[in-house]
């Protein structure tokens, strides 16, 4: 069984969590990091992210806590066809240490699909795994959002919105704690010029935890918004 200190974890963090409070495990990066457009068949993009972002949730005494976590990810892509693309990424993030514990930390890598049947509509899909601590505490996660676009310029720059649904659950005999967090990203994607583009993203985020304990279950819920800056680089 993990103890207290394990069961911390990070809501907001770039490329460490999305959700999970103190009862809960975190979720994938919370970012999309990209709008509605797809690779073409045989592209190949890499985009690379980095950010911070603000969480608050209650300790073990019931007083808010307030914590700051940062992070980055590098993704790869190749365009499918048919309006889709496949990739994977890795991620990486910390955040500042709450209650006198260590700070908190993690690595992972995760898989993603997406899809665009429309040009201002794509479905983005991800699941992958992480050592939250970098210890014994491997979780597996997974997340699907929905990204609109209500603006497209002639020249392609691009306002988009989008939300998305995550959950984690831990991958340890006895570990009872499972996470959940929806994301509500906004950003605008930039050309900078025909093989690179530029985006800023920002949003809020609503994580929720529970764990099953001899006595019961607790649940524990969190709230935090981040923000990051990205470029990808359409590398074929």
């Not at 499972?178 to 800023?200: A, H, L, Q, W, Y």
């Amino acid at each position: 069984m993990l103890s207290r200190n394990d069961m911390r974890c990070l809501i907001v963090s770039l490329a460490v969590a999305a959700a999970g409070c103190y009862n809960g495990y975190p979720t994938l990066p919370p970012q999309l990091a990209e709008g509605t457009t797809v690779l073409a068949p045989g592209s190949v993009s890499l985009n690379v992210a980095g950010g911070a972002g603000v969480a608050a949730f209650p300790d073990t005494t019931g007083k808010t806590t307030t914590q700051f976590e940062a992070g980055f990810e590098a993704r790869l892509r190749t365009g499918l066809g048919a309006k889709s693309e496949i990739g994977a990424s890795v991620f990486g993030g910390a955040g500042t240490s709450v209650a006198n514990g260590d700070p908190p930390f993690a690595l992972g890598g995760k898989l993603s699909y997406k899809v665009a049947p429309v040009p201002w509509f794509a479905i983005v899909a991800d699941g992958g795994a992480m050592d939250f601590r970098v210890s014994s505490t491997a979780v597996f996660s997974g997340d699907l959002a929905v990204v609109f676009a209500p603006y497209t310029s002639p020249d392609g720059k691009q306002l988009y919105l989008g939300a998305k649904g995550a959950f984690t659950i831990p991958v340890l005999q006895g570990a009872t704690a499972t996470g959940e967090s929806i994301v509500v990203p906004i950003g605008f994607d930039i050309p900078t010029s025909k093989r690179v583009r530029f985006i800023v993203e920002a949003g809020p985020i609503f994580g929720f935890g529970q764990q099953s304990t001899s006595g019961g279950s607790l649940s524990t819920n969190g709230y935090g918004g981040y923000g990051t800056v990205a470029f990808t680089f359409l590398l074929r």
